[in-house]
T-cell receptor, first 113, second 113 residues
Framework: AQSVTQPDIHITVSEGASLELRCNYS??????LFWYVQSPGQGLQLLLK??????LVQGIKGFEAEFKRSQSSFNLRKPSVHWSDAAEYFC???????????FGQGTRLTINP | DAMVIQNPRYQVTQFGKPVTLSCSQT?????MYWYQQKSSQAPKLLFH???????NEADTPDNFQSRRPNTSFCFLDIRSPGLGDAAMYLC????????????FGPGTRLTVL
């Protein structure tokens, strides 16, 4: 069975600082990997996804993530955060051919002015 | 724009009074999902439809039912809401033969008095 761990429940960074949110997954084969963002009171918006190929994927809003098979990780990065990036971030993993996603517990990002 | 729409955005009901939440999509996706999300938690899958085939999660209470009358619409019925059912309810869609990416609606915030 798949599982996803986001080790950081809450992260605070200053506006303009760089950001890295961690995600580790457990799955026997190459998974589909996703990062979603959720603003308060809203649904989930897809930031980026990895299916195959280049292990560094670019997403919306200046985010990128790198798939590292050896570390079973898919960490999300942004070089310079903006106050509008404050939100909850969820990493998710899907199995090829399956219809369901497994979500991590989420990381809440706070931005200091 | 193609999208997932949820109505209403906010729903207040009384303890034990049946309530129905609505989801519609213009993406023509063949899979539709209902998630329950409580504060500061990951979305929890309740059930999903692949076309007309209903797939219930093992731990979804019998109090929760769903209907999918056609490709575009899916309903979540809570037969006798309890205080513990107060949550955000998220609808999502995907392609069965896709790569697992799910598209989310904005959610319905349910309050139980």
């Amino acid at each position: 069975a798949q599982s996803v761990t986001q080790p950081d429940i809450h992260i605070t960074v200053s506006e303009g600082a760089s950001l890295e949110l961690r995600c580790n997954y457990s799955y026997g084969a190459t998974p589909y990997l996703f990062w979603y963002v959720q603003s308060p009171g809203q649904g989930l918006q897809l930031l980026l996804k990895y299916f195959s190929g280049d292990t560094l994927v670019q997403g919306i809003k200046g985010f990128e993530a790198e798939f590292k098979r050896s570390q079973s990780s898919f960490n999300l990065r942004k070089p310079s955060v903006h106050w509008s990036d404050a939100a909850e971030y969820f990493c998710a993993v899907g199995a090829r051919g399956a219809q369901k996603l497994v979500f991590g517990q989420g990381t809440r990002l706070t931005i200091n002015p | 724009d193609a999208m997932v729409i949820q109505n209403p955005r906010y729903q207040v009901t009384q303890f034990g009074k049946p309530v129905t939440l609505s989801c519609s999509q213009t993406l023509n996706h063949n899979v539709m999902y209902w998630y329950q999300q409580k504060s500061s938690q990951a979305p929890k899958l309740l059930f999903h439809y692949y076309d007309k085939d209903f797939n219930n999660e093992a731990d979804t209470p019998d109090n929760f039912q769903s209907r999918r009358p056609n490709t575009s619409f899916c309903f979540l019925d809570i037969r006798s809401p309890g205080l513990g059912d107060a949550a955000m309810y998220l609808c999502a869609t995907s392609w069965r033969t896709g790569q697992g990416e799910q598209f989310f609606g904005p959610g319905t915030r349910l309050t139980v008095l």
